[in-house]
């Protein structure tokens, strides 16, 4: 173990790291700009320079590897120059057009010009070189070339993460662009971290462009639902708007990236919400009152399976269903309305497609957390479809917006069968038009939980914001039900759920929040 | 005096291998197989040869940072991408006699364990390219590349590959790059090449010059090429002379020949009578010199004493009468057109020195445009990470310093005193 000394500061580090990253040790940021955790180093920003003794010139800290006993200075005049010096060179070319620029308020030269430069522009207005503004190149992302200070960091992703290349160097000295070859745009499904990575306002999301001030949003930790990944994402929000997805950094699961279909997957939690609770009486929708209709749906199930037998109750659970409230679920369906149709279904979204890399095949987010639950998906789900179609069931509760593949008219024909429909759902959907009763709930954003991914890492989602319009948790709407239907529940938030669920469950056992923590935990296999 | 290179370059023919093995061409690599590549090494070591390339660096001491291990191939890479302006020599070597390149790169390859070497040309000599391709062709045929050369056992390939014409190729790692098809761009060092080079393998990167060098000291031992020289720069260097000189051209002289001998000397002093008003010694990257400093010895150590180098032997000659500003212009617009545009300092840096260069010298300048010179050259000077920042800001910081009344002038009367001519 290497020590060194910077700024004063002793601090021992392992062999092979570099000053850069030394020095976050002891709390002394060095700013820079093409450094990047995940991607090679470049070197070529040259804002990183630091005095590292015995050596005559500055030396790049990003690059620059500790050796024992070194001593590193970053407070000196020399390096103040020469940062702000480098500084004053990326800006000379920078148009400045902050005011509409979607970087502004997250951008580095703002950042460090705020911190290392405050200098008034020696550089004569005329002498300005233009580059190309405003170009489609495909994928989530816009380049801005008179924004981009070339740090590579968009060549250097394209070429290690996703192995594309579409992104280049063209020309040469002031003139450099950073630009794709013609006719050939961006081609991966990992479009949008360029615009995370983008230390400027060079590459900005198309999706997210003009939309809000990030000064405006709010942050809190989630997990993206799009596929059962479980990419641990960084969720953004004015109000009970979100704005955006951005992946949060977590080495066991997505690393510091996440998939462009994911990233996309906030607008549902926007759009065709469910908003007030209803029941549908001879075709037309009429609004109803948590209060009447929580009482009328418990009824209606316990009456179902007290005339013909548990057998003639269903159930249906969402792999969109947190860990805790598919316990809860079971509950109800096993114990509660003792019947043995339950199954999980799957969302309709995507084809299946998966790479080798973040994108899997299953579009749920906690499948795994279901099966592990006991509740079965698959043939399962078929057999269950197969018996509402022959008129087997009198009552089903249905959690989601969809039935597996089924579209619009076949849910309609399926549904038709049972007499009574209760929906637990997010959003308009085939479900939701056929349903006898809708129940509407808070989306992934409006309440927490837990889900346990593809490779069984149990993960936690957090509240963002309460549920828009009536929704509600749909824990707490579980647990409404099933303390009519006499269960006795006493639990208050997830975390009491995900107690007594880690205290019966064999897979979860000895589990808790804190020590699934920010970046989740492997179930007991 | 004795000469190593260019004893017979009057000679059209030499570049043709029947009339080089007449003067005794290919004896030294005759000589090196009966040798180990440790005694070759030796030699060069004894022989005080510097890398003729710009630098300077012992070409010795440079073989030895090979790893030591044999387990991955080693590479020969020769730096034939003459670009920096004022330097003409390899240039002269490659056209006149390439066999000695060859036959150098032979007993290099062989002295470095070597099978491969690439002789990287600059794009814009297509006709040296030509010559230097024929000469392999007859090298092959002969036997002196190849499969088991003269029966030692020893196998070579040797492959030219030619430049796009950018002067950023002639940086070794730069050149590393285009050779392997990629963008000519400098790499971060470490690791070296000698360690991680062309294609991943551990490579030599040497001039021209140097290697062609090699038979000679061969030939004749490493302590009499040394003795050529003087202390620490062994043998003899050719230096170009051009600009406003009676007899411009390439000089094989000893590498410790005196500089104003050069000038009025050799290359028969200034042209139409005209007194001396500037020298740049070694390229156009090396600091200027004013006439009553160049009374020095042209070796690396003597030229690093004053603050200038020998760089590249490219003496570039400016008479009385010539505006410093607009030289320096023209400088700093062949800079900022070639830099490769990796890093900021010097990407934006040397668009910079030209603009306000340019508008100094167009009757244009400001007040504190020197000041605002001298501090970007400051910011910019060892900030990068190849040179090529360094060799914009050190003509444009001692034009400055040695010539700053010029500036002042034109800054003060909003014109070129010169009329704007050269």
Redesign the interface.
Known sequence: MPTLTINGMTVDVPQGTSILNAAKEVGVEIPHYCYHPKLS???????C?VEVEKF???QTAC?TVVTDGMVVRTDTDKVR??VT??L???L??HPIDCPICDQAGECGLQNYYMKFGLHKS???LE?K?HKKKVQEIGGQIVLDAERC??CSRCVRFLEEVTGTREL??F??????EIAIFPGKPLSNNYTGNLADICPVGALTSKDFRFKCRVWFLKVFDSICTGCSKGCNVDAHHKGDILYRLKPRWNDAVNQAWMCDFGRLTYKAMNEARLLTPFVREEGARKVAAWGSLLPDVAFRLKAAADKGGPDRVAVIASPQSSNEELYLLRGLATSLLGTKNLAFTHRVAGDGFADDFLIQADKNPNSRGAVLLGIPGGAAFDALVSKIAGGGIDALLVFGDALGTLSEEETATLLAKVPFVAQVGTNEGPVSKAATAVLPSASVAERGGTFTNHAGRVQRFRFGFPPRGKARNPLEILLSLGNRLGAGWTFSGEASVFRALAESEAPFAGMSYDSIGMFGQEIKC | MEKVLTTHFANERYRRLDTYRRYGGYEALKKAFAMTPEEIIDEVKKANLRGRGGAGFPAGVKWGFLPKDLSRPRVLVINADEGEPGTFKDRLIMSRGPHLLLEGIAISCFALRAHACWIYIRGEFAREAGIVDEAIAEAYAAGFLGKNILESGFDLDVTVHRGAG?YICGEETSLINSLEGK?GWPR?KPPFPASVGAFGLPTIVNNVETIADIPWIVTHGGETFAGLGVEKNGGTRLIGVSGAVNRPGVYELSAGVNLKEIIYHHAGGIRDGKALKAVIPGGSSTPVLRPDEIDVSYDIESMGKIGTMAGSGGVIVIPEGTCMVRSLSVLMNFY??????????C??????LK?IVG?IEAGKGRQGDVE?ILD?C???M????CPLADAAVMPAQSFIWKFREEFDRHIGEQKCPYGNRF
Not at chain 1, 41 to 47: L, Q, S, W
Not at chain 2, 336 to 345: K, V
């Open positions: 180093i470049a070197g070529n920003c040259r804002m320079l005559p010139k500055l690059s120059k020469a010096g480098v004053e060179l990326m000379i070319h020696r550089y004569a002498d070189i200070i070339l280049h160097f020309d040469r000295a002031d003139h450099s | 950018a963008r971060l900022a057109h070639e830099s490769c545009g990796q890093c900021t300092p990407r934006e840096g040397t668009g910079w603009k508008r605002l970007l400051d910011n910019m060892g900030r990068t990470i």
